[in-house]
């Protein structure tokens, strides 16, 4: 069984620049979402898809924007790059999206913009 | 507005003791309660979960309590193991879901051999 993997694992882009981020689910998953970990905080919730359909937003701005394909891969896009969008990315997949269903992780990538 | 909050940011154990990693929410809309591990340079790993029917679930070593009018909730891990050292995260969701998480800030526990 695979696990939840991320690419790439470290990046460096400068402020104002476009970066994608992607993310392959656990097999069987349907369900992925994004979270961003500043240092030393908890995970915030970004955005959830469910079947290629956001599920779901937290307190981001439009500029972070997300897809889910087919396979149930996704990507996270981030437009205009602020220094405060420096952090861990980290993508999750899960069988559903009910309780019961717990998050699987990804080892993120650490973004860093300068 | 922290909704979920962990208040010790670390704590040291020693090897065969009890661990107890506490928990504070705010949102009376959460019903859905759980805790994750995190090791360095890897993603958070799903640990246990408990619904707001519930006051307590074990699994292993691992027992997470819940007292919803405290509005608070603990994980017991019992006996400490050395692999256990790690950063703890609680996390909290409405409608027993899962697509929006809010995490605490996470304990980092040591377990001292």
């Known amino acids: 069984e695979t696990g939840v993997t991320q690419s790439p694992t470290h990046l460096i882009k400068t402020r104002g620049q476009q970066v994608t981020l992607r993310c392959s689910s656990q097999?069987?998953?349907?369900?992925v979402s994004w979270y961003q970990q500043a240092l030393g905080q908890g995970p915030q919730f970004i955005f959830q898809y469910y079947r290629e359909e956001e599920n779901g937003r937290g307190n981001f701005p439009p500029r972070f924007s997300g897809l889910q394909f087919p396979n149930y891969s996704s990507e996270l896009n981030v437009n205009a790059l602020e220094l405060d969008d420096s952090a861990l990315y980290l993508c999750a997949s899960s069988l559903s999206a009910r309780g019961g269903s717990p998050l699987h992780f990804g080892n993120g990538t650490r973004l860093t913009v300068t | 507005d922290q909704q979920v909050k962990q208040n010790s940011p670390s704590l040291s154990v020693q090897e065969g003791r009890i661990s107890i990693l506490n928990c504070d929410y705010t949102?009376?809309?959460?019903?859905?309660f759980l805790w994750y591990k995190k090791y360095p340079a890897e993603g958070p790993t799903f640990l246990i979960s408990i619904s707001s029917i519930k006051d307590k679930n074990e699994d292993g070593r691992f027992t997470v309590f819940l007292n919803k009018s405290a509005k608070h909730l603990s994980l017991h891990i019992v006996p400490s193991q050395p692999g256990d050292s790690a950063v703890y995260f609680c996390a909290a969701s409405v409608n027993f879901g899962n697509e929006k998480l809010t995490f605490g800030t996470g304990t980092r526990l040591t377990i001292i051999p």
């Open positions: 949102n009376s809309m959460f019903d859905y």
């Open positions: 097999s069987g998953h349907n369900t």
